[in-house]
């Protein structure tokens, strides 16, 4: 779906994509890509939508508010840490032995998410209007 959005004279934009990167940008353009592509899998966008909007979450609260297996999550967790969406951290806990394990959206992830797909969920109602072929303007 190709758009036409007419950009101001003085933006030019620069023919090889990377180069909208600030020069000393902390990510590349394909890490940012990568992001964005893990957050296309229907388990990994739960995952973080939980994580950003509800907070930090163990393994067993992410499990059971998703309903998915250990190990199905595990996996996707750590995809989403490898791209740099989520991060992995952990603390002893009081009156316990050994390490509580939770896991917390990283800024990238938040921005990611409500700056990305939760941004075109919401604006919907605007796509709608926008291409609707039965209004006249």
């Known amino acids: 779906m190709a758009t036409n959005h007419p950009q101001p004279a003085d933006a030019a934009l620069p023919e090889d994509p990377e180069d909208l990167l600030p020069?000393?940008?902390?990510?590349?353009?394909?890490?940012?890509?990568?992001?964005?592509?893990?957050?296309?899998?229907?388990?990994?966008?739960?995952?973080?939508y939980r994580l950003v909007h509800g907070g930090d979450m163990s393994p067993k609260e992410l499990a059971e508010a998703i309903e998915v297996d250990d190990s199905t999550l595990h996996y996707h967790l750590n995809e989403l840490v490898d791209v740099g969406l989520v991060e992995k951290r952990q603390r002893a806990e009081r009156e316990a032995d050994?390490?509580?394990?939770?896991?917390?959206?990283?800024?990238?992830?938040?921005?990611?998410?409500?700056?990305?797909?939760?941004?075109?969920i919401r604006g919907e109602n605007d796509f709608e209007a926008l291409y609707d072929s039965s209004t006249k303007g």
């Open 23 to 48: 020069e000393d940008s902390v990510l590349s353009l394909d890490e940012y890509l990568a992001m964005h592509a893990a957050v296309g899998h229907r388990t990994r966008y739960e995952i973080l």
């Open 98 to 120: 050994g390490l509580y394990t939770y896991y917390r959206a990283t800024v990238f992830g938040e921005v990611t998410l409500t700056s990305g797909v939760d941004e075109l």
